[in-house]
């Protein structure tokens, strides 16, 4: 009996170490399965943070790449003025395509002057060297800049010029006022006039105001450069060191004018239909905008004569940019007589008619004549201001023995 008890047990016990068997293999199984979806889910985990913090870093270039910065300190050897005790001097800065085809009106302007009361710097084609060779005059010998660039009408590459005649004259502590000038410009009065006329006066000449008219102003600018900031005005400007400094300086508001204010294409006859999408792009002329808007943006217009100090004569006629539009009038010889020069030299104001403004011209509280320097002048023009003694005592049949440089 207790064998075949015993017999009949065995299997029992058997099943009972089978049963046990089977339920630590269940329970490892479930371990290893458990650790494998911990394993798993941290996996997960990992991989969601990585891909966040990924997308974080690239949602941040985008931006970098598409707001501007501000401007960190950069190193230059531009020395401090602000305890300049020197006699000051205005910087002629001009902006020449090539050579300077009225130097020889100039060289009487600076014969006239103290040469301790100004400077000369020139931005003309790169590799451009004013000597005996290719300018009349010794002032301009070497004046030219050693880094000047390519320039196109109505491109960024204009106000980029400018930036750089202004940042190589405030290198010189003894520069006070900073006035830009073409290649086509004459002086209304001598130097001495000019010189005190310029000092005498604690503002910048700007000419600045409202832009109404749509097709110049890009929605794509805001919020760097809002709508009620956006301004236009004279490229010809004379500014005080604080605000040269401003524009040669800026950071912020050039990347944006570089990016979305440009000069839409000319009309081309090949393009048919394609033209009307062309033409209804925005017409933004940089040269025209840049400084009144930046100085406008850094709330500097109260600080200004919102004019400009120099005559442009505008008619109205039709080019191959546009059907019909304002382009700056030539003097030549038959129109550069006294009485048209004093016509110039009586205007007492100006209106802006977008503003509904008039500007009376004054000078540190005093009423002044507006213009001290006019354009464009051609040779013939120039050589009239000349014999008429505009400019100061000048010996006219000089030239005509002269070569052209």
Known sequence: MNRTAGNSVRPARTDLLAGSSCRNVLESHTTAMTKKHRTSRRSVWKLLIIVTIGVCIIGLLIITKLTPQLPSPAPTRRISSQFYTG??????????????????????????AVLANFSIYIHSDPGFVFDESSTRSAFFYNRQLSNSIKVGWGESSMIQAERLLLGAALEDPANRRFILLSDSCVPLYNFSYIYEYLMASPKSFVDSFLDKKEGRYNPKMSPVIPKSKWRKGSQWIALVREHAEVVADDEIILPVFRKFCKRRPPVDVGKGRLNSKIQKQHNCIPDEHYVQTLLAMSDLEGELERRTVTYTSWNQ???????????PFTFSYANAGPEQMQKIKDINHVYYETEFRTEWCSNNSTSVTCFLFARKFSKGAAMRLLSDGVVGHFDVSTLLSNSEP
Not at 97 to 103: A, E, G, Q
Not at 317 to 327: D, I, L
């Open 87 to 112: 006699n000051p001097k205005i910087a002629f800065l001009f902006l020449a395509r090539r050579h300077l085809p009225l130097d020889f009106l100039w060289q009487a302007f600076f014969e006239n």
């Open 317 to 327: 006629s039709a080019t191959k940019m546009e059907t019909k539009g304002w382009h």
